[in-house]
């Protein structure tokens, strides 16, 4: 099971099954994620390392959508943001790390 999906289209979800989703742990799928950025002399492209996982521990992807998000907010229903609602996939701040 896809757990960021699942908690992303279910909105009713029963503690039970919140309970079993946060006791199989974070998915921490390698995602195809890539950026390219225009500098003054050349070009910059920074590739997703899976590595960011091991910095920060809240921190799920999904391979579906190919983003990242807040798992803690997405079990215990956290804040309305972009780390809750559609993914990341930049470098974006989470209000818990800021």
């Given at each position: 099971m896809n757990s960021v999906d699942y908690l992303l289209t279910n909105k009713d979800i029963t503690y039970e099954i919140r309970?079993?989703?946060?006791?199989?742990?974070r998915p921490i799928p390698d995602l195809i994620?890539?950026?390219?950025?225009?500098?003054?002399?050349?070009?910059?492209?920074?590739?997703?390392?899976?590595?960011?996982?091991?910095?920060?521990?809240?921190?799920?992807?999904?391979p579906k959508r190919n983003k990242l998000f807040c798992?803690?907010?997405?079990?215990?229903?956290?804040?309305?943001?972009?780390?809750?609602?559609e993914g990341c996939v930049g470098k974006g701040r989470h209000k818990a790390t800021a």
């Amino acid at each position: 099971m896809n757990s960021v999906d699942y908690l992303l289209t279910n909105k009713d979800i029963t503690y039970e099954i919140r309970t079993e989703i946060k006791r199989l742990g974070r998915p921490i799928p390698d995602l195809i994620i890539s950026k390219t950025y225009v500098g003054k002399s050349r070009n910059y492209t920074r590739n997703f390392n899976s590595s960011v996982y091991d910095r920060f521990k809240w921190l799920c992807g999904c391979p579906k959508r190919n983003k990242l998000f807040c798992f803690i907010c997405l079990v215990v229903g956290g804040n309305q943001s972009t780390w809750t609602q559609e993914g990341c996939v930049g470098k974006g701040r989470h209000k818990a790390t800021a």
